[in-house]
């Protein structure tokens, strides 16, 4: 009895248009990462990606199109992680140090934190418009740890002498500081680094009674 071939499910142009652009966000984000920022051309990433370089033009048609992609990309990837770890479903003063703990640990395993970081190292360094853009991203962590330390103090878990907007921005000072520190020293071991940042959080965050 002979067997039926399964058709193939045709792409739609969406989907295609998607996939497309995914491979080149990746593939900047991996030029960037290995060869620098000046390397991350057109040119380069439409090679890196299997692409022709006038696609990565119409796809984001500027450098700023592209990092906004990139930027986009890598929140979506995080949002991803944190939710596979269940962290929104923590109490807030867990879901403070668990979100910390994931960062940290994506910075030793993982280029595209570094890639990202090195283009917001070149964007401040040139004074240039791409600032507002990276301005922005920080703005949406601040906001998330933020929310993470009210629901901590609503939890009486995390002490309500707090200014939470101060302490979600130290949180995420913490991050980025460490992040470029990697940038400067890639030799640097994170991982006694991590286990005494996310000690002194706690000891730092947590209410007397809790601790007790």
Not at 3 to 16: D, I, K, M, N, Y
């Amino acid at each position: 009895m002979a067997h039926r071939s399964v058709p193939r499910v045709r792409r739609t142009q969406a989907e295609r248009r998607e996939d497309s652009e995914r491979g080149l966000v990746k593939a900047a984000i991996a030029v960037t990462a290995e060869r620098g920022v000046s390397a991350a051309t057109f040119e380069a990433i439409g090679q890196r990606g299997g692409y022709s370089r006038s696609l990565v033009t119409r796809r984001f048609g500027s450098k700023q199109g592209l990092i906004d992609a990139v930027i986009d990309y890598l929140g979506e990837r995080r949002k991803a992680l944190a939710a596979e770890r269940g962290i929104d479903r923590l109490s807030g003063l867990d879901a403070l140090i668990a979100d910390t703990d994931l960062y940290l640990r994506s910075l030793s395993e993982d280029g595209e934190v570094k890639a990202y970081f090195m283009l917001l190292a070149a964007a401040v360094a040139d004074v240039n418009a791409l600032r507002a853009v990276f301005a922005a991203a920080h703005e949406h962590v601040r906001t998330r740890l933020r929310e993470f330390v009210r629901q901590g103090q609503a939890e009486g878990r995390i002490r309500s002498d707090l200014d939470a907007d101060a302490a979600a921005l130290m949180v995420g000072s913490l991050q980025m500081g460490l992040s470029m520190q990697l940038l400067v020293d890639p030799t640097m071991d994170l991982d006694p680094i991590r286990e005494t940042s996310l000690a002194t959080l706690r000891l730092s965050f947590e209410t007397p009674a809790t601790q007790g």
